[in-house]
């Protein structure tokens, strides 16, 4: 493992872009720009930052300059021969060429398309408009951009010895999370921290980490880069994004009420095995599952994301015990805001019970709360969200209120066609 303090104490971009691949991506977003080129290639999206930490200015701490640096380096990368080679000749979740030769073919030539960015009341306004094909690639290095300019511009200022012990404190804080984890029976974890992640080189040694003290415990990572570099799994299914496009596109209240479905409709064509992994929260879960078609069912398991941990198991495992399945052979992925106490109190609440996994983000691979004065470390909710499909705005609702997004007419008629009733506001850490 490298020396994280010296690297980042002796700095250079040449050495350390903070995008430095397309590869540098979730795997979730190949998977799903994959179905975007066979089935909408003529879409038109908008992309957009949105930082949901309003007090941190971060205008104010990440100089302009260097973020379309960083953003044009992205823009100027393309697949080397050798992560083309990996693509095509992988094993993904135990099948050969998941990714089809018509999409790595795309890939190969593929390059990140313009932005626009502006400056409003403290905060970056970066948005992506043209195919939904391209403009879907910019949110995973767009967020890794911002995070990681963030903390360089605190690190900037620290000596040798202090960056030694930040890393040290932080590296610390990790291996007693994960001895913790080392506790847990049947545990699976993945991790899931690229968007939001402190740094490239600092996930790249959280995986490392996880990998040599988890074993078989760790399923593998998100981030595809470090998936090939570390010689694990990578992980992933597929995201708010889908439904939201769709939905926005439906011509009807009565195609709005069905979109959700006729995205997993196609997924299902597309993908089979440990993929079918529903994320029911976009218009909120509860109403999904009541009028989920059967065959939604036998799907493996269900993501669950934005509703508190214990009460969303619950749901979903009456779900299952309604529809004549039994949960112990079903899978359940908790994802959202996770650390170690969270993942502790699941775990005692529902092993045995169902099949569990953990997709684990911002506080594995982006935990430096407490270790700086004035939390200039700690981690703050940027999300990067499709805003438009063709021209029409798209709505999230979620199980939280707290994320939802779009225009207030559209979210009360979404909240109408998805008969969603009230909900529980929660605090969004991350």
């Known amino acids: 493992m490298i020396d994280l303090a010296k690297r980042v104490y002796d700095h250079s971009f ?7 691949s397309l590869l540098d991506t979730d795997f979730y977003k190949l998977l799903m720009a994959q179905t975007i080129l066979r089935r909408h290639p003529q879409i038109d999206t908008t992309f957009g930052i949105t930082n949901r930490t309003k007090r ?10 260097l973020l379309r640096e960083q953003l044009d ?42 932005y626009e960015l502006a400056v409003h009341d403290g905060q970056y306004e970066l948005t992506f408009h043209g195919p939904w094909i391209e403009t879907t690639m910019w949110e995973v290095p767009a967020l890794a951009i911002l995070n990681e300019l963030r903390a360089r511009a605190v690190l900037k200022g620290l000596g040798k010895l202090d960056l030694q012990v930040l890393y040290a404190r932080a ?40 990998a040599e003290g988890l074993g078989g415990a760790f399923l593998g990572t998100s981030n595809c880069l470090i998936a090939a570099r570390q010689e694990v799994e990578p992980v992933g299914t597929n995201a708010h994004e889908l439904p939201m496009v769709y939905a926005a596109l439906a011509g009807d209240d009565a195609a709005l009420a069905a979109a959700p479905y006729a995205v997993l409709a ?7 095995g440990n993929l079918r992994v529903i994320l029911p929260d976009t218009y909120g879960t509860t109403g999904f599952l009541a009028n989920a078609p059967d065959w939604v069912s036998d799907w493996t398991g269900i993501r669950i994301d934005s509703k508190d941990p214990i009460a969303g198991g ?46 684990w983000g911002t ?22 969200k499709v805003m438009a499909a063709n021209g ?22 979404y909240r109408r066609v998805f008969e969603v009733g009230e909900q529980e506001a929660l605090p969004v850490l991350v």
């Open 73 to 114: 380096h992205a823009r100027s990368l393309r697949l080397s021969k050798g992560e083309v080679t990996w693509l095509r000749g992988n094993v993904f979740r135990g099948q050969g060429r998941i990714l089809g030769p018509e999409f790595v073919a795309w890939f190969e030539g593929f390059q990140l398309p313009e």
């Open 266 to 272: 196609d997924w299902q064509e597309d993908y089979d």
């Open 171 to 210: 590296m610390t804080r990790v291996w007693e999370k994960i001895q913790r984890l080392q506790t847990l029976p049947d545990l699976s974890v993945a991790d899931f921290g690229t968007r939001r992640r402190h740094g490239f080189l600092w996930q790249d040694w959280c995986v490392q980490a996880m």
């Open 392 to 413: 029409r705005p798209t709505v999230k609702l979620s199980d939280n209120p707290t994320k939802a997004q779009g225009p207030a007419d559209e979210i009360a008629r």
């Open 363 to 384: 506080l594995l691979t982006n935990d430096f709360r407490g270790l700086l004065p004035d939390g200039k470390l700690d981690p703050v909710s940027v999300v990067c």
């Open 56 to 65: 941190i200015r971060i205008a104010d701490e990440v100089d302009a300059g």
């Open 314 to 359: 619950e749901e979903v495992i009456r779900f299952w015990q309604d529809r004549g399945y039994d949960p112990g052979e079903k899978l359940a992925i908790f994802s959202d805001g996770l650390d170690i106490d969270e993942i502790e109190r699941i775990h005692g609440h529902f092993h045995g019970r169902m099949r569990i996994g953990y997709g």
């Open 14 to 20: 040449r050495i350390d872009p903070i995008v430095r």
